[in-house]
């Protein structure tokens, strides 16, 4: 199983991807989570890449394609969050699929209002220690630090403004990859306004149709 998970910022791709994942045991391969890697590792790319990723821009195709492409013959079965992001990168991945002589399955493209995007990351609050991602209203993180020693910190592009930028490069780059794998057949839409379990269900049923349709 080769998913790739579209969707906008907000939309709950790292967070289905990794129920996903478990569900599944397909590997989980998150771009944003090696890009927040490499920069806090301190490294000189992670030094070059920090201003893309607080300011809320991509950081350069060939960076990122670099970055990825030892991942892809890790498994057999994986999904991708957060990549590809627009044309060029879809074509870079498709051209090292096929030197791993390996297809992609199917495009799951989340879909949710700009609104409900903003009021879900202006709320983010991710773990120091676990990594654990909570949400200031409606998911607070735990006040016991047995449960969780935090600190809780909000992403520097998860502040509106870098919010709001990114969604505009989700529209203008991103989104026309639904055109891009509808048009080879394997485009499947899913509601992420419903909740957690409801989405990873959709999603299942998605990959479970196509793949007994193949
Ligand atoms: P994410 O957690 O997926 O929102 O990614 C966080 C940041 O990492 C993005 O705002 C970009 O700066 C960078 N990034 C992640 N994936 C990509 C990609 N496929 N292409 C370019 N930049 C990326």
Redesign the pocket.
């Known amino acids: 199983m080769r998913i790739v998970l579209l969707g906008p910022?907000g939309a709950g791709k790292g967070t289905q991807a990794q129920r996903i994942s478990r569900e599944t045991g397909a590997k989980h391969i998150?771009?944003?989570d090696l890009?927040r890697a490499e920069i806090k590792s301190g490294s000189g790319l992670g030094q070059k890449i920090r201003d893309?990723?607080d300011r809320?821009?991509?950081?350069p195709d060939e960076i990122?394609v670099e970055m990825m492409r030892p991942y892809l013959d890790e498994a057999d079965s994986w999904i991708l969050d957060?990549?590809?992001?627009n044309e060029s990168?879809a074509e870079a991945l498709d051209k090292m699929l096929e030197e791993i002589d390996a297809e992609l399955d199917t495009a799951v493209a989340l879909e949710a209002p700009d609104d409900l995007l903003v009021e879900r990351l202006s709320g983010r609050r991710t773990s120091e220690s676990t990594g654990r991602i909570y949400h200031a209203v409606y998911d607070p993180p735990p006040e016991d630090t047995d449960e969780d020693p935090g600190p809780f910190v909000q992403r520097e592009?998860d502040k509106v403004e870098a919010i709001r930028h990114?969604l505009r490069i989700y529209h203008e780059q991103t989104e026309p990859l639904k055109d891009y794998y509808a048009d080879r057949g394997i485009l499947v839409t899913v509601d992420a306004t419903r909740n957690i379990t409801e989405v990873t269900g959709d999603i299942l049923e998605a990959v479970g149709e196509v793949e007994e349709k193949a």
């Open positions: 910022q998150s771009t944003g890009v893309y990723n809320g821009d991509l950081v990122i957060g990549f590809p992001r990168q592009d990114r």
